[in-house]
Antibody
């Protein structure tokens, strides 16, 4: 079964750090671009970061640029999001999402994890 | 960044009737070299992750009922549910993947009238 499972969420104080992980199974992880997408409570979807199959291309949303770092380990079938200098407004469910195979380095996302909650509060 | 604007914010439709959602992008999503529009539609039900319905603006994802259809090109797009079913109650989002960062519309909540 094709699956993405996020972990690493929790409660952190403003200014703190957190590292999210996404474990992929059921498909050849190294063949797909991957994304982190977040959703604040009661709000819409926001693209956080994207990474190509070999990590050659990386992109960040404006609100997290310079604070968050996306990475992947194809040998471990895992995607990561290192979040530093966290702010109250970073509070959200963070989803890991797989792109459809494509000649472009980004595409529509056809597989999503269930998400992990990050709460930034003093 | 490309800004995606959806309308309406919410709509109530009777069972069996048509629901239409609009999405407008701040720049064209049509890639001339392959004549494809880099636009996707997702459905999200409460407590669940988003589900891909439509990509390339009009291609239905495998397993998606044919009552869902996408249309449009350039900067203006539409998602149509031809005959609303109870299980279609959800929030619908458009997303552009023409350029990074990926951006989403604000969402449209579809309810039963």
């Amino acid at each position: 079964e094709v699956q993405l499972v996020e972990s690493g969420g929790g409660l952190v104080k403003p200014g703190g750090s957190l590292r999210l992980s996404c474990a992929a199974s059921g498909f050849t992880f190294s063949s797909y671009s991957m994304n982190w997408v977040r959703q604040a409570p009661g709000k819409g979807l926001e693209g956080v970061a994207s990474i190509s199959r070999t990590s050659s291309y990386i992109s960040y949303g404006d609100s997290v640029k310079g604070r968050f770092t996306i990475s992947r380990d194809n040998a471990k079938n895992s995607l990561y999001l290192q979040m530093n200098s966290l702010r109250v407004e970073d509070t959200a469910v963070y989803y890991c999402a797989r792109d459809k195979p494509s000649s472009s380095w980004v595409d529509a996302s056809d597989i999503w994890g269930q998400g992990t909650m990050v709460t930034v509060s003093s | 960044d490309i800004v995606m604007t959806q309308s309406p914010d919410s709509l109530a439709v009777s069972l069996g009737e048509r629901a239409t959602i609009h999405c407008k992008s701040s720049q064209s999503l049509l890639y001339i070299s392959n004549n494809k529009n880099y636009l996707a539609w997702y459905q999200q039900k409460p407590g669940q992750p988003p589900k891909l319905l439509i990509y390339w603006a009009s291609t239905r994802e495998s397993g998606v009922p044919d009552r869902f259809s996408g249309s449009g090109s350039g900067t203006d797009f539409t998602l149509t549910i031809s005959s609303l079913q109870a299980e279609d109650v959800a929030v619908y989002y458009c997303q552009q993947y023409y350029s990074t960062p990926l951006t989403f519309g604000g969402g449209t909540k579809v309810e039963i009238k």
